[in-house]
Nanobody
């Protein structure tokens, strides 16, 4: 069981920035950030494959968000710039050990408790 603990959420105005962190007991095949707003399904935001560092982004966050990892600190990051009100959601860190899907939540077997991001206009 991979332990994941997120931090770094908060409230910002539109156009602002936040950096989310996820401390992991270990890195797995793929690590990702997902988000879920009230009344909406959980959606993948950014994923990184730990072996080759390939990254994938939700189209609406490309160019604004950056996913990265620090192996020495066992920490996954999500740098979020130019935030918009529609980015408001609970953000979750996830770890997947396999599977062929990038953004399908069922491909990820370990989840953090989530950190809230609220962007005001």
């Amino acid at each position: 069981q991979v332990q994941l603990v997120e931090s770094g959420g908060g409230s910002v105005q539109a156009g602002g920035s936040l950096r989310l962190s996820c401390t992991a007991s270990e890195f797995t095949y793929k690590m990702g950030w997902f988000r879920q707003a009230p009344g909406k399904e959980r959606e993948g935001v950014a994923v990184i494959y730990t072996a080759d560092k390939n990254t994938y982004y939700l189209s609406s966050v490309k160019g604004r968000f950056t996913i990265s990892l620090d192996g020495a600190k066992k920490t996954l990051y999500l740098q979020m710039n130019s935030l918009k009100p529609e980015d408001s959601a609970m953000y979750y860190c996830a770890a997947g050990s396999g599977g062929r899907n990038v953004f399908v939540p069922s491909d990820y077997s370990n989840w953090g408790q989530g950190t809230q991001v609220t962007v005001s206009s």
